[in-house]
């Protein structure tokens, strides 16, 4: 269950940037954004987090596993 906030917390703020609030580099934020050249960045750090979290949850938590989980995704 708890493993799910990663993910969760991600999803929040890209959807608050979508929703105008200036949260992205630059102070920016807005669909603009979003649809702009690094809108896909922002919009795949929701499933990478996914991958991650995933990943741990289905090995272990040590410091190798982490380091593995988060140059892969």
């Known amino acids: 269950m708890t493993s799910?906030?990663?993910t969760l917390a991600v999803t929040?703020?890209?959807l608050m940037?979508?929703?105008g609030i200036p949260v992205f580099a630059?102070?920016?934020g807005g669909l603009g954004i979003i649809l702009g050249p690094?809108?896909?960045y922002?919009?795949?750090i929701i499933p990478a987090a996914l991958f991650?979290?995933?990943y741990l949850d289905t090995f272990q938590y040590s410091k190798i596993q982490a380091i593995i989980a988060?140059?892969?995704a």
Do not use: H
């Open 4 to 6: 799910k906030y990663g």
């Open 12 to 14: 929040v703020y890209v």
């Open 26 to 28: 630059g102070m920016k």
């Open 42 to 44: 922002l919009v795949a």
């Open 17 to 19: 940037g979508i929703m």
């Open 52 to 54: 991650v979290e995933w």
């Open 38 to 40: 690094t809108g896909g």
């Open 70 to 72: 988060n140059t892969s």
